[in-house]
């Protein structure tokens, strides 16, 4: 299914040429299309995982997701019974398994945010295949309130994608070496309810697969004072790209996230 759409999305499929070459500009152009093919492969054999690790239990889930470093967050939780977490994470691999993150922390209280669909009933059937992992889901642009609220919860473990272009709300940095716009969501979130800062992301380790894995932490504090909101910014995108390379086939490149900078007329 993937192959077949690399042949006719063309759009999406001239997007994912172009990042690739504009990321890796040490690979030939035929590497460079070859690279995109197997991204949309992968991009095709994801989906249909996700659509059936929507209705799986938690006995079905145990048997195609490992977790590794997650102990970490464990004890962290066992050991203050008033931290909060926040995971930055992204398009990659199997995301949607974020939600059952509980099993390698089972201290912890998932939580996430997500865009609702233009189809109510789609939205609905969407909340009601992820409710088995029961991880909360904030819509992002109407639940904000009750996101604020959920903050104050000990124990909450909030993931947060951090790695498509933010528009005109985000930092402009640089991500493979061109500047883009960048979520600052996660640093402001930790910096706001003083929770722990952690990358993490789904690796796929064969066919219906997965492993999700945490990265080290990235400190919102310096010297007594914190950090800012750029500078802790830039060390989740060093992260994000560090698990990119490690498998770049993974990454969602058909989204444009290199968006040209808008200018306001005046």
Not at 242 to 251: E, F, G
């Amino acid at each position: 299914m993937g192959t077949l759409t690399w042949y006719i999305d063309r759009r999406h499929r001239l997007v994912a040429i172009a990042n690739i070459e504009s990321a890796f500009p040490e690979l030939s152009p035929d590497a460079c299309i070859s690279l995109s093919k197997s991204n949309f492969q992968r991009l095709g054999e994801t989906y249909a995982c996700i659509l059936k690790t929507g209705g799986m239990n938690t006995e079905q889930i145990n048997k195609i997701l490992s977790f590794e470093g997650y102990e970490r967050v464990e004890e962290i939780l066992d050991n203050d019974p008033k931290t909060r977490i926040i995971l930055a994470i992204g398009h990659y691999g199997n995301f949607e398994l974020f939600s059952w993150i509980g099993l390698g922390a089972p201290s912890a209280k998932p939580a996430t945010t997500y865009r609702a669909l233009r189809q109510p009933k789609l939205t609905k059937l969407m909340l009601k295949l992820r409710e088995n992992s029961g991880c909360l889901y904030f819509e992002r642009r109407t639940e904000g309130i009750k996101l604020q609220n959920a903050m104050k919860t000990p124990h909450i473990v909030l993931g947060l994608l951090a790695d498509q272009n933010a528009g005109d709300g985000g930092l402009w940095l640089p991500v493979f070496g061109r500047e883009t716009s960048v979520s600052p969501a996660p640093a402001i979130f930790a910096k706001r309810y003083n929770c722990r800062l952690f990358p993490s992301a789904c690796f796929r380790t064969e066919p219906g697969q997965w492993q999700i894995e945490l990265g080290q932490e990235i400190p919102i504090m310096e010297n007594g004072l914190k950090r800012s909101t750029e500078s802790i910014t830039r060390d989740i995108i060093a992260a994000q790209e560090k698990t990119i390379l490690r498998d770049p086939a993974n990454w969602f490149w058909v989204h444009n996230r290199w968006k040209p900078r808008q200018v306001k007329n005046s």
